[in-house]
């Protein structure tokens, strides 16, 4: 597959505090599992860390987020996505996975110049998928399975949800994305 020139470099972002994941989709990119870069950063703390254990979490992950998004960047042609916020969530680790997302944004701007765009979860794995398996926990299993075919082989899940959402996002910005025939598993490209 040949590309402009003027391709970009687009960033899947799936953001949590004891696993963000990062992916690379590189402006020559194939639809293959060559080329593109990831990396998984975050850790738990102890139910009674202080709250400077807290914040120093978010700074490590925002961190190692951004730097990753820093060696990959291409001028004026890097586009970031990052999966938006489970609203439908309850717990305590909402408001921490808030300020983390704030911080990414953030420095994202303020470093790199680079403006996150928000992107569900659902709309990336229907691009992907084309329908979405019905029943609770049944599209992540889809998704990692649909990728596995086509030899993406990450260590964690977060990772292929962060392949998604920069697979949709090439899409969102004129790229053409890795997606499947409804009802079949074989890949378009």
């Not at 949590?16 to 989709?25: I, K």
């Not at 402006?27 to 254990?53: H, N």
């Not at 979490?57 to 990959?72: K, L, P």
């Not at 938006?84 to 470093?111: D, H, I, K």
Request: proline letters at 4%; charged letters at 20%; hydrophobic letters at 40%.
């Amino acid at each position: 597959m040949r590309r402009c020139k003027h391709a970009p470099v687009v960033f899947g972002l799936d953001l949590s505090l004891t696993g963000a994941a990062a992916v690379m989709l590189p402006a020559d990119w194939d639809l293959s599992e060559y080329g593109v870069r990831s990396v998984l950063c975050g850790y738990a703390l102890e139910k009674d860390a202080t709250p400077q254990q807290r914040v120093a979490r978010i700074c490590d992950v925002t961190n190692a987020v951004v730097d990753f998004v820093e060696s990959y960047m291409a001028p004026r042609m890097t586009h970031v996505f990052v999966e938006g916020y489970a609203y439908s969530a309850r717990s305590s680790s909402v408001t921490q996975l808030a300020e983390l997302g704030g911080a990414v944004r953030y420095e994202l701007v303020r470093r790199l110049g680079i403006t996150a765009v928000e992107m569900t979860a659902s709309r990336a794995r229907t691009y992907l998928l084309g329908q979405l398996p019905r029943g609770k926990g049944m599209q992540k299993p889809a998704v990692v399975h649909a990728l596995r075919k086509c030899g993406f082989e990450f260590g964690s899940t977060d990772e292929y949800d962060a392949l998604v959402v920069a697979n949709a996002g090439l899409a969102e910005v004129g790229g053409s994305g890795l997606t499947f025939a409804m009802g079949d598993r074989s890949p378009i490209q």
